[in-house]
């Protein structure tokens, strides 16, 4: 565990909680995803970046162990960090580290484009993280540099992966956004580098942020198929939206595979999550558009109870249901994926 770290809340004793934090169609909300970052060294055509994020707007590291306290007393369990690309933040291991120690949250978890990753990755895991999810799109150099721009090395990338591999962590997930011609053709082999290194392969449906042609879960299950991937069906769930299915090693050890249908499989039923963007803008719906902006509030000095009752609020005008695939026909508008990190 890392040496020093922030608490920034009244320590609470174990407790049941009287109030626990749900939205308006009655979810538990247990499950925090927390931008670091709007800034990207990658440019993936999928996503919408920023080069820069606002110095006075980001929420300083004593802001961060705040807010956490409050979603950790009104019951937040897991936090995940994300991005922007949250490793840009130089504070990203003292943050993690406060997180983890945060009294209430029993596990966190980052998601990275990979590219500090080989540096980063014990540094992280000695911090306390739990779980690490690595985006891979390709095992191509030129590929990712089509679809991630310049400043995408993959060794860089796979290094990382096989540094998190070392690590210890209790989950290594590689993500991989399907696009239909771009990189469809490669997804068996991105199932076999994953289990080589002893993690879970994810296959995401495009969502309409940026460029790209969605592949749906069914014709990817498919395409694994044909690309020599065996699966069955399984019963593995995660904190997430993914489903997993199953396959077999040469040894007979069980594998997955993780397929989050965010267009094609509505999952919104058992969402448990909410957003926090770079700036503190807080979201109950990644398909929404409206944010409610507690960093203020933490300048301000704002007492818990107040922070505690714009969360409730926000979500208690919660949808059931995103309608992101309207966001291609004009009638949704969506905030950038860089402001709210998956
Ligand atoms: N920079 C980090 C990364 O790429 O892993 C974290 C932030 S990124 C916004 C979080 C996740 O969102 C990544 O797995 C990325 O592939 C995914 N993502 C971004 N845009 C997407 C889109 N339009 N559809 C589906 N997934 C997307
Ligand atoms: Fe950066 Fe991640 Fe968006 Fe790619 S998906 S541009 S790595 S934030």
Same mark, same amino acid.
Do not use: C, F, K, Y
């Given at each position: 565990m890392h040496s020093t770290v922030v608490r920034a809340h009244e320590p609470f004793v174990s407790r049941p909680l009287p109030d626990p934090l749900k939205d308006a169609q009655g979810r538990l909300i247990a499950y925090l995803r927390l931008s670091l970052t709007d800034r990207c060294n990658f440019r993936c055509d999928y996503c919408s970046v920023s080069d820069y994020d606002d110095p006075g707007a980001v929420l300083t590291r004593l802001e961060i162990a705040r807010l956490v306290g409050i979603f950790a007393r009104l019951g937040v369990r897991r936090v995940r960090l994300t991005g922007g690309e949250p490793t840009l933040r130089k504070e990203v291991v003292a943050i993690a @580290?406060? $997180? =983890?120690? !945060? /009294?209430?949250? *029993?596990? $966190?978890? /980052? !998601? !990275?484009?990979?590219? =500090?990753? @080989? *540096?980063?990755a014990r540094p992280l895991r000695d911090a306390g993280v739990d779980c690490v999810n690595v985006s891979l799109d390709t095992l191509r150099p030129e590929r990712l540099l089509a679809i991630s721009g310049r400043g995408a090395r993959l060794t860089d990338v796979l290094d990382g992966i096989d540094a998190a591999a070392a690590a210890g962590f209790e989950h290594v997930k590689l993500n991989t956004v399907v696009m239909g011609g771009v990189n469809d053709d490669e997804l068996g082999e991105l199932v076999r580098h994953a289990w080589a290194r002893k993690a879970s392969p994810r296959f995401i449906e495009l969502m309409p942020f940026g460029k790209g042609v969605p592949v749906p879960t069914a014709r990817v299950k498919r395409l694994l198929s044909e690309q020599g991937i065996a699966l069955e069906p399984c019963d593995r769930r995660g904190w997430g939206p993914a489903h997993y299915m199953r396959g077999w090693s040469a040894a007979g050890e069980a594998l997955h595979v993780g397929f989050i249908g965010a267009m094609t499989e509505n999952f919104c039923d058992r969402c448990n999550r909410a957003r926090v963007a770079a700036d503190g803008g807080f979201q109950a719906c990644l398909g929404g558009s409206a944010q409610v902006p507690l960093g203020a509030l933490l300048r301000e000095d704002a007492p818990d109870q107040a922070i505690e009752a714009r969360i409730r609020e926000v979500l208690a005008r919660k949808a059931p249901r995103h309608h992101m695939e309207e966001a291609t026909t004009g009638l949704v508008q969506l905030l950038p994926m860089m402001g709210i990190g998956g």
């Open positions: @580290a406060d $997180v =983890r120690a !945060t /009294i209430g949250i *029993e596990e $966190v978890a /980052i !998601t !990275t484009n990979g590219h =500090r990753l @080989a *540096e980063l």
